[in-house]
């Protein structure tokens, strides 16, 4: 071999290494991207499951409020205390806070 297809040779050589360098820090970078988005969406889902669980319980709260709404002293309890509503022998006070 001549020294121009020796120097042919190695431009090759470090074209072909630098593409294939360039793919390694690509897939490296998309594995690091790929590691930290599903670290984010299981952050996200712990969140989620959170505010699942406190939603439950509110609905629960309120389903417990709405049964005890539905019978007399509930109504009664209701009026007295959203509407300040007294029954016939009884007085309201009002002390200002």
């Known amino acids: 071999m001549n ?21 390694i820090f690509q897939v490296g970078r998309a594995i690091n991207c790929s590691v ?6 299981h952050k996200q889902t712990i969140a989620l499951k ?8 509110i609905n629960k709260e309120l389903r417990d409020g ?5 019978s007399s002293a509930g109504i009664e309890r209701l009026a007295r205390e959203r ?9 309201i006070i009002r002390i200002a806070k």
């Open 3 to 23: 020294d121009r297809t020796k120097k042919m040779n190695l431009l090759k050589q470090i074209g072909i290494m630098s593409v294939l360098l360039f793919g």
């Open 36 to 41: 930290e988005r599903q670290l984010f969406l």
């Open 50 to 57: 959170s505010g699942e669980t406190q939603a439950e319980e």
């Open 66 to 70: 709405l049964t005890s709404y539905r």
């Open 83 to 91: 509407l300040n509503l007294a029954g016939t022998d009884e007085v």
